[in-house]
């Protein structure tokens, strides 16, 4: 059974940084797309980030481009996410998700749908 376990949120300052970890266990990611979503009070869940396992292509949400980098260490089987210039705004419960169906269908990485596995999430708020 896939279990993704995510960490590394808190409370940081407007222009500050935090690195989230999902740490995926349960098979082997290589076919899989990750996602990084959020979730802000009072509003839909929304993309952040995704990535191929296994070739490492990225993809980002316009809010977040150029902020924040999607990565992954194969040997520790986690998916990162460095965000950089932290925003009021950015404030949000941050979801890892995995998905084989994006990798093998070509369906879209932005889609909550399309991922079959969530982390329970981390809270991420940043301060004015």
């Known amino acids: 059974q896939v279990q993704l376990v995510e960490s590394g949120g808190g409370l940081v300052q407007a222009g500050g940084s935090l690195r989230l970890s999902c740490a995926a266990s349960?098979?082997?990611?290589?076919?899989?797309?990750m996602g990084w979503f959020r979730q802000a009070p009072g509003k839909e869940r929304e993309f952040v980030a995704a990535?191929?396992?296994?070739?490492?292509?990225?993809y980002y949400a316009d809010s977040v481009k150029g902020r924040f980098t999607i990565s992954r260490d194969s040997a520790k089987n986690t998916v990162y996410l460095q965000m950089n210039s932290l925003k009021p705004e950015d404030t949000a419960v941050y979801y890892c998700?995995?998905?084989?169906?994006?990798?093998?269908?070509?369906?879209?990485?932005?889609?909550?749908?399309?991922?079959?596995?969530w982390g329970q999430g981390t809270q991420v708020t940043v301060s004015s």
């Open positions: 998700a995995a998905s084989s169906r994006i990798y093998y269908s070509g369906s879209v990485y932005y889609r909550e749908p399309n991922y079959d596995y």
């Open positions: 990535m191929y396992w296994s070739i490492s292509n990225t």
């Open positions: 349960g098979r082997a990611f290589s076919n899989y797309v």
